[in-house]
């Protein structure tokens, strides 16, 4: 891959050059904040060199005609963020035994300070993270950029895919009404029916032969530690990759040769 000249430093974190005769020799206060953050900046980059990843990271050649169908990828990774944070709110607050969990998130809805708001959040949040990671998926292969070099990434997000949807599962039951119960079961039966690895799942989920408590916290150390924790890990592989190798152009932009080759015909 060509190698990008270093891109400018933002204007906003150069000082600025004192003319002769300025002011009346004080500083103003606006200014000597302005450099109390550029040295602090300066204070960690001298330590870290951070900011070198970070230009890395964020100053990319995008191709010519992206569109609004490339944001489909960060929309869904706002919708995961927004699910990280509300969900941190309701454990403050929900309590995984089958005897407690109704009442706990019955007490959020109706006690807490912007329960049911945080918690309709969290709830409307999965479903419109399934919406979007699909959308995301389509734009994706219909962009063709499933194909070389990026068939690690398309991989990678089908694992995402597959663990998104075992964060809707384990989710469903959390609350612990008639509704989750009982879908539950169903979907841990069709997971049952599934060929030679189907009744190990489904009796892994239950936690044994029976569905119950053993189920309950079962899906819920899944639900807030085992996938959340594994989707952060693949979702900064993810976004590795696309930074290294850039995002593919929409198919219908016909391929330029480079300048040097252009001119080589003439
Ligand atoms: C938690 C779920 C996911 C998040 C947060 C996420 C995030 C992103 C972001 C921010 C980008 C760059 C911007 C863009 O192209 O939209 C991207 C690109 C990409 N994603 Fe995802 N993604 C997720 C799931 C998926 C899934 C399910 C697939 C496909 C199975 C997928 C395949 C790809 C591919 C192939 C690219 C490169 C696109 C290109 O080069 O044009 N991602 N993803």
Known sequence: MPKLPAPP??????????????GNGKPKPQDVAAEAGIHA???????????????????RKVPKGTNWFYTLGSATLFAFLSQ?????????????????????????????????????MHKWGATVMMILIFLHLGRTFFFGAYKYPRE???????????????????????????????????ADNINGTGPLVG????????????????????????HMLLVPGALI?????????VAKLGTTAPPWLKVEPPEDLRKAKV
Do not use: C
């Open 9 to 22: 430093i933002p204007a906003g974190l150069k000082p600025k050059p004192k003319r002769p005769g300025e």
């Open 41 to 59: 900046v300066d204070w960690v980059d001298e330590r870290t060199s951070l900011s070198g990843g970070l230009r890395w990271l964020m100053f």
């Open 84 to 120: 990280a944070v509300t969900g941190v709110f309701l454990a403050m607050y929900y309590d995984p035994s089958p005897i407690h969990a109704y009442e706990s998130a019955r007490y959020i809805t109706n006690d807490v300070f912007l329960g049911q708001f945080v918690r309709g």
């Open 152 to 186: 690690l990434n398309w991989v990678i997000g089908v694992v995402l895919l597959v663990l998104t949807m075992v964060m809707a599962l384990t989710g469903y039951l959390l609350p612990f009404d008639q509704r989750s119960y009982w879908a539950t079961i169903v």
């Open 199 to 222: 009744p190990y799942l489904a009796d892994f989920l239950r936690g044994g032969p029976e569905f119950g408590a053993t189920t309950l916290s079962r899906f819920y150390s899944i």
């Open 233 to 241: 890990a693949l979702i900064g592989a993810h976004l590795w990759l």
